[in-house]
């Protein structure tokens, strides 16, 4: 009876932290209601395929006491970089981790950095989410790590067209499946096209989207609840952070993202990242 009375209880406790978890990641993500415009694939992945951590050695997961919350990237020896919503309210760095250099974000490989500061844009809003972008200095660097490096920033405007889709990349321990409730252990990655600026705002209105913005994606391929904070990036280069998008994931609504070469943004990234790697298109 002891036994069994103990294995109940361990199932219990097993159940409320699997459960804090969810609420950890869901509580930072950005999601908008939009009409189910065609039937929902049941199952359905969102275009991705998993990924290596060597190929995407920037890659990090931002915790919150232990549970992964948000995607990050290292853009510095010291800083990393994730979106302002995944720091709001502002938290603590005692409760605030960081693990990079491994594929899967819950086994003991890699490492895990402590944090140390946040620093949010100053003129981030909560309510449009303009200036969507926050930076986490940690103790220490990430100099010499396996599989953790550095990537540049693209601070040069990319002008797509539907006539001319350039392709990028986004990465992130985020949904692939709209009626799960936990987030894949293994990384991955899909590639989606940049959607015109204005047309963006089309589809998008009434919400706004603003001079931070910038916005990709395509039908079944996009980001999801758990990738907010996440890379977007375009020759190899970090051109945009996962912001916010539909409440139906992969849908004909593109995924917003707070573009790295607007000009706040990049205003901002020059007061704290020195001597910042450009690459003119």
């Known amino acids: 009876m002891g036994l069994f009375v103990l294995v109940l209880l361990w199932c219990a406790s097993d159940t409320l932290a699997s459960r804090d978890e969810v609420d950890a990641w869901r509580s930072m993500q950005l999601r908008r209601a939009t009409p189910d415009e065609r039937p929902r694939m049941m199952g359905r992945i969102f275009g991705g395929i998993e990924a290596n951590i060597m190929d995407v050695p920037y890659q990090l997961s931002l ?3 232990d549970s992964h919350i948000c995607g990050a990237s290292v853009v510095d ?6 979106a302002a919503h995944c720091v709001t309210p502002k938290p603590s760095p005692d409760i605030i981790t960081l693990k ?11 490492e895990i950095f402590v944090v140390i500061e946040i620093i949010r844009h100053p003129t981030f809003n909560s309510n449009t989410y303009h200036n969507d972008v926050a930076l986490i200095r940690i103790e220490g660097t990430f100099d010499g790590l396996d599989n ?6 693209h601070t040069q405007p ?4 539907n006539l ?3 392709y990028c990349s986004v990465s992130g321990w985020g949904l692939t499946n709209m009626n799960r409730d936990s987030l894949p252990e293994m990384l991955r990655i899909v590639q989606i096209p940049l959607v015109p600026y204005t047309e963006c705002r089309r589809r998008w209105s009434p919400f706004p989207i603003t001079t931070s913005m910038t916005c990709a994606g395509e039908w079944q391929k996009d980001a999801c609840n758990g990738d907010s904070g996440g890379p977007l990036v375009c020759n190899n280069q970090l051109y945009g952070i996962v912001s916010w ?3 139906q994931c992969g849908s004909s609504y593109p995924g917003v993202y707070t573009a790295i070469p607007a000009k706040e943004v990049i205003a901002f990234l020059n007061k704290y990242i020195p001597e910042p790697q450009t690459e003119v298109v």
């Open 148 to 153: 953790i490096a550095p990537i540049a920033l």
């Open 63 to 65: 915790r919150r006491f």
């Open 77 to 82: 020896r010291s800083l990393a970089i994730t």
């Open 245 to 247: 998008g539909s409440s």
């Open 164 to 166: 001319n889709p350039i």
């Open 100 to 110: 990079g250099g491994s594929t899967n974000r819950t086994d003991d490989a890699g």
């Open 158 to 161: 990319i002008y797509a067209s």
